[in-house]
Structures are given as C-alpha cells and as structure tokens.
C-alpha cells in the first residue's frame, strides 16, 4: 500500500510541474515564432528546442509510467485522487516559477487536496487485485470505440458549454485508460498483444489527448479542466469498488470517502491551473505560459 501510494504522489508531482515547465518552454517558442498560429508546426519545433518545454515532456513520461505502476497495486479510487491533485503542484510551482498570485481560496484549495490525500493514505484503498473477465476486457474495449466515436458526435453538435463537454469526454477517455491498465493481464509482449485491455489503452489514450487538446483550445480552461477531472475521478472509483474488489482498510470506509472528496473538491477549485496559463506574466519577465 505504502509504496503504491508513494509512486501515485509521484505522479501527481511530476506530472503538475510538468505542466508549468511545458507552458514555459511553449511561450518562449511561441515569442520566437512571432505571426506563427500557437498550435502550428513551427511553434512546436521551437518548442522542442526549450529546455523547460523539453525537461516537462519528460516528466510527463516519468510521471505515466509511476502511474502504471500505482495502478497495478493501489486502489483506483487513490490513483485518482492523487491524479487530480496535480493541480494542486501545478498551482505552487506555477506561485513560484510564473509568479502566479495564488488567492487565498486556492490556497485553502491546496490545503484541502493535501488533506485529503493524507486521509487517504491512512484509510483507504486495498488493491481488490481483480482483473477482470475476458467479457470484460472486451467491454472496456468497446467502450473506448464507442466514446471515441459518439465524442465526435458530440463534438460536432455541442455549441453551448463546448469546452466543458469536450473536458468531459476527455475524462471519461482518461477513466477508461486507468480502468484498462488495471486489467491488463501482464507486460510481456504475448499478453499485451493478446489482451483487449492493451487496445482499449491505446484507443482511450488518443481519444483523451485530442478532446483535451480540442477542449482547451475552444473555451474555458477551468470549465474544460474541472469537467475532465470529475469525469476522470469518478467512474473509475466505482468500477474499482464495484467490479474490482478495491476496498478500504477496515471499518475505515467513510473517512476513505471524506479524503476523496477533499481531494476532488480542492482539484475542482485549482481546475483554471489545467493549462498554467492563468495571469502568468509575459515571457520576458518569467518565462511565462502559453
């Protein structure tokens, strides 16, 4: 449980500084590239050419595989949570890198995110070590299909609250790579070519990278950000306890849920960090975002 817990805090780390260190790197590239469209190629080769935008694609990596291995042993309901508190990092790093002026609401937020993973620690989450079925590695395949598809749908008619719907279809994407993980039978390459789980990471993987990306780039950061991480946090908790077997420590199950929900609401509140762009100052003064 102990190094579980360890290697999705990890994450968390990793994967919210990350965030800043690419949205420096991604401003630089994109003062460099003046008249260039912020998503275009040349921005992007700019971009590969920043040591902070470089150093926080590589943290993501890192970050992803910590989260592989917390999945493998920790409750999906902690994985989340501690996921979501990435924000929380990313906030902080973002007060001290970009000279972001965190109010006092969101430091409060912090705290409480910080709480609840503590609470969590202590109360919750048992590997129920379930698997799951060849039937249900299937559907979690055909999941990933079908929202791939129906968020193209979805993404076509949305106009009001687009970035909000678009967030939430990327969750929902996150969610099933998460679940898929936790299913996968093992790592040799025989087992992954031969699970449906293998496939279902993939196809999610895709499908909540292009929605995020799409959602970002329609509206709201913080619409798009909190919708992903309700999205996100969510279902996959459930599936856990429901078909998984995830459980608390005993008779520790109401303060396991009091650290989820901190933890979640204080996400929900940091949800303008999703892209670390919020009043940053411009690049000649820190760096900046994107």
Known sequence: MGPGIAFALCAAVLMGTATVLQAMGARR???????????????????????????GVGMDALGFAAELVALRSVALFVVEAAL?????????????????????????????????????????????????????????????????????VVERRATRSQAAVLGAVAGLAFGVVAVAVRMLIGFAPAELLADPATYAVVISGVTGFVFLVDALQTGSVTAATAAMVITESLWPALFGVVWLGDSTRHDRAPLAALGFVLSIAGALALARFGEAEQDAPPASAAGGAP
Do not use: M
């Open 84 to 152: 979501a508190s990435s924000l929380a990092v990313t906030a902080v790093v973002a007060a001290v890198l970009l000279k972001v002026r965190l109010r006092a609401v969101e430091w409060t937020a912090v705290g409480a995110v910080c709480l609840g993973l503590a609470v969590l620690a202590v109360s919750g989450g048992r590997d129920g070590g379930g698997e799951g079925d060849l039937r249900l590695r299937l559907a979690i395949l055909v999941t990933a299909v079908v929202l791939a598809v129906a968020g193209r």
């Open 29 to 55: 590239a994109a003062a460099a590239t003046p008249g260039a469209p912020c998503a275009g190629a040349r921005t992007l080769v700019a971009a590969l050419r920043c040591w902070p935008f470089v150093v």
